[in-house]
T-cell receptor, first 116, second 112 residues
Framework: AQSVAQPEDQVNVAEGNPLTVKCTYS??????LFWYVQYPNRGLQFLLK??????LVKGSYGFEAEFNKSQTSFHLKKPSALVSDSALYFC??????????????FGKGTKLSVKP | DGGITQSPKYLFRKEGQNVTLSCEQN?????MYWYRQDPGQGLRLIYY???????QKGDIAEGYSVSREKKESFPLTVTSAQKNPTAFYLC???????????FGPGTRLLVL
């Protein structure tokens, strides 16, 4: 079965420092991977996705993610964190096979806290 | 959140009552989805619909029902059979099941 794991419940970073939010996955076939961000009491906002091609994917708000096939990882990164980046971040993988093909499987989320 | 609206923002349910959550999109998307979000559990799929007049159960469909009579609308009913309905409910849509999903602002359901 396909799955995605976010090993850290919370990540704390000082403003201006680089940030990394980790995600690992388990899929059959080629992975289709997504990152979303959620601010309190709001819906999820799409940040970026990896389908194929360049392993470094650039997305919204200065975020990027690096796809690493050998480590089955898709970590979210930003060179310089802002206080306004504080939110809940979700990694997701798309089902590739079976009756639920196309549906997203979400990780449990990582809370990012950026301190001034 | 643009293009997908959910109402109400907050909803209170009494014991034994059915309640309906609204989801409307003006993005001309074919596929629509309902998720439930509980603290520390991420998002879990309740129901999804790939086209009008068709829908499929997700991972946690028990106690819920949906309809898809119009392309723009995908209402979710939380029935009295759902014994633990308190959660944040999120609707999403995409051009197709293989495409990026975009989310509405959510409805928080509370039990009185």
């Amino acid at each position: 079965a396909q799955s995605v794991a976010q090993p850290e419940d919370q990540v704390n970073v000082a403003e201006g420092n680089p940030l990394t939010v980790k995600c690992t996955y388990s899929v059959s076939g080629n992975p289709y991977l997504f990152w979303y961000v959620q601010y309190p009491n709001r819906g999820l906002q799409f940040l970026l996705k990896y389908i194929t091609g360049d392993n470094l994917v650039k997305g919204s708000y200065g975020f990027e993610a690096e796809f690493n096939k050998s480590q089955t990882s898709f970590h979210l990164k930003k060179p310089s964190a802002l206080v306004s980046d504080s939110a809940l971040y979700f990694c997701a993988v798309r089902e590739n096979y079976g009756g639920s093909q196309g549906n997203l499987i979400f990780g449990k989320g990582t809370k990012l806290s950026v301190k001034p | 959140d643009g293009g997908i609206t959910q109402s109400p923002k907050y909803l209170f349910r009494k014991e034994g009552q059915n309640v309906t959550l609204s989801c409307e999109q003006n993005l001309n998307h074919d596929a629509m989805y309902w998720y439930r979000q509980d603290p520390g559990q991420g998002l879990r799929l309740i129901y999804y619909s790939q086209i009008v007049n068709d829908f499929q159960k997700g991972d946690i469909a028990e106690g819920y029902s949906v309809s898809r009579e119009k392309k723009e609308s995908f209402p979710l009913t939380v029935t009295s059979a759902q014994k633990n309905p308190t959660a944040f409910y999120l609707c999403a849509s995409s051009t197709g099941v293989r495409e990026t999903q975009y989310f509405g602002p959510g409805t928080r359901l509370l039990v009185l």
